[in-house]
């Protein structure tokens, strides 16, 4: 269960379509609960989203996602966002209790009374109370649903998440060349790759703070996922980045980017897993992040000083200095040990541990 379901509409959503994918193949009889799923070999029970706004968006889908789920007659229930009552809940999306801490310097105080923060922290208690199981896709997540939820710790099981290791995988040197003459990218130039819409979250202006203290280097950063605004593209004008900065927007063929480029770039404030960083570590791209994202705890066995403290220009400067002084050979050992690590998380050994949640649930019933 997902709001939508179908690879191309973002992380958890691609999950939810690999999972469906994966579980039918091995046999099972899988049911999407979305109010739009992109899986037409799949059955589908529409649970309807409302509205234009965010409240009416999350209380609509919660009430109708709850009314199917009880009237449906599914041995077991896999819920992938907030809902209630599922046998088997994941979380994925930031678990709201905790961004509120760490996504704002201001007092959350006030910041929870307000009625959009009220209904999600409402929707995520009942969820969570209400699952037999609990799935994080990190350490990260499940210390902060013990923290934030305490009653309910015994519940948690982590399960790291999957990556396609057909779709994404190293390019050969040569190619990697080809693709950055194809860019119009010198073949001098460092190519650093950050990938995310919400770029407050994810970090780019921190980012931006750290490149602007290598003006001087012969480096690129591609942006996909987004266009900016013209106030962003304003301030890196001023920061003397303009030149050095070249947004895709959304990319179809993104592992392409991944594979070219010789870091990829996650300051992210808070990311449960940013699937991103180990689509990157696949095509043998080693990825510099931070430890408020789940999938340092995968970076961090590459190199530890790949996973910075905190969201801050001044760490991932430091960081990105470290990156800039390695030598050719240097970055062609953390490129191959990226890879190596990245290979040990495949579907199929996601779906094996899935599965041994799933099941002592479904014979439970």
């Known amino acids: 269960m997902r709001r939508e379901c179908g690879l191309g509409l973002g992380g958890a959503e691609a999950y939810c379509a690999n999972v469906c994918t994966w579980l039918t193949e091995m046999g099972h009889n899988v049911t999407v609960l979305a109010d739009k799923s992109l899986l037409p070999d799949l059955p589908f029970s529409r649970a309807s989203v409302w509205g234009r706004g965010s409240i009416l968006k999350n209380l609509s889908f919660f009430l109708n996602a709850r009314q199917v789920l009880k009237a449906g007659d599914f041995e077991v229930s896999y819920g992938l966002s907030r809902a209630a009552p599922v046998d088997v809940l994941r979380i994925s999306d930031p678990l709201h209790a905790a961004w509120l801490d760490l996504g704002y310097q201001k007092s959350t105080k006030f910041r929870r009374l307000r009625p959009r923060h009220r209904l999600l922290l409402w929707m995520e208690a009942k969820a969570i109370k209400e699952a037999k199981a609990i799935v994080t896709n990190s350490q990260l997540v ?14 948690v099981t982590v399960i790291y998440n999957g990556v396609n290791l057909k779709r994404f995988r190293p390019m050969t040197q040569e190619d990697r060349v080809l693709t950055k003459k194809s860019m119009g990218i010198s073949d001098d130039a460092t190519v650093l790759v950050f990938a ?7 970090g780019l202006n921190q980012l931006l703070s750290a490149l602007a203290q290598f003006r001087e280097q012969p480096f ?13 593209k304003k301030k890196i004008k001023m920061m003397g980045l303009d030149q050095k900065i070249k947004w895709l927007g959304y990319v179809k063929d ?6 070219m480029a010789d870091l990829f770039v996650l300051p992210t404030q808070y990311d449960p897993f940013a699937n991103t960083t180990l689509e990157a570590m696949a095509c043998g791209t080693p990825a510099l992040t931070t430890r408020q994202n789940g999938a340092g705890e995968i ?8 996973v910075v403290e905190r969201p801050c220009h001044r760490s991932i400067t430091e960081a990105l200095e470290a990156f800039f002084s390695l030598s050719l050979k240097e ?8 890879y190596e ?5 495949k579907w199929a050994r996601h779906t094996k541990e899935l599965l041994q949640c799933l099941g002592p649930i479904s014979r439970a019933i």
């Open 142 to 155: 499940k210390g902060q649903v013990q923290h934030y939820y305490s009653e309910c710790a015994e519940k």
């Open 196 to 202: 995310g819409s919400d770029l407050r979250r994810k």
């Open 220 to 232: 690129i950063l591609l942006v996909a996922g987004s266009m900016g605004n013209r106030n962003l």
């Open 254 to 259: 993104i592992e392409r980017v991944y594979a």
């Open 299 to 306: 970076v961090e066995q590459v190199a530890h000083w790949l």
């Open 331 to 338: 970055k062609c050992v953390i490129r191959e040990s990226s």
């Open 341 to 345: 690590h990245a290979c040990r998380f």
